[in-house]
C-alpha cells in the first residue's frame, strides 16, 4: 500500500510540476510574442487580451505615467509597459 501511494503522490507531482512549467513557458512567450515596440493594438492584446483600444485608453493611456515612445505616433516600449504595469496594475481599474 505505500509504495501505490508513493507511486501516485510521484505521479501527482510530476503533473503539478509539468503545469508549472507550461504556465512559465506562457509568461516567458509574452517577450517573444510582441516585438519591443508596441502599437496601441497590441499593447492591449498584451494587457487585456483583446484589441480594444478604448478600455486601454480609459485603463492605461490615461495614466500620465504609462510608458510612451517619444517622437513616435502611438509606440510602446514593451519591456517598460510589462515593468509599469506590475508596479502600478492596481490603479489600472476602470
Given at each position: 500500500?505505500?509504495?501505490?501511494?508513493?507511486?501516485?503522490?510521484?505521479?501527482?507531482?510530476?503533473?503539478?510540476?509539468?503545469?508549472?512549467?507550461?504556465?512559465?513557458?506562457?509568461?516567458?512567450?509574452?517577450?517573444?510574442?510582441?516585438?519591443?515596440?508596441?502599437n496601441?493594438?497590441?499593447?492591449?492584446?498584451?494587457?487585456?487580451?483583446?484589441?480594444?483600444?478604448?478600455?486601454?485608453?480609459?485603463?492605461?493611456?490615461?495614466?500620465?505615467?504609462?510608458?510612451?515612445?517619444k517622437?513616435?505616433?502611438?509606440?510602446?516600449?514593451?519591456?517598460?509597459?510589462?515593468?509599469?504595469?506590475?508596479?502600478?496594475?492596481?490603479?489600472?481599474?476602470?
Amino acid at each position: 500500500m505505500n509504495d501505490l501511494m508513493i507511486q501516485m503522490f510521484d505521479q501527482f507531482e510530476a503533473g503539478l510540476m509539468d503545469r508549472a512549467l507550461k504556465v512559465m513557458h506562457v509568461v516567458m512567450d509574452e517577450k517573444r510574442r510582441y516585438p519591443m515596440e508596441l502599437n496601441k493594438s497590441q499593447c492591449a492584446e498584451m494587457l487585456l487580451g483583446t484589441k480594444d483600444t478604448g478600455t486601454f485608453d480609459a485603463r492605461f493611456n490615461c495614466h500620465k505615467d504609462f510608458p510612451r515612445i517619444k517622437n513616435a505616433r502611438e509606440k510602446y516600449p514593451r519591456d517598460e509597459v510589462i515593468e509599469w504595469y506590475h508596479k502600478n496594475w492596481q490603479r489600472t481599474v476602470v
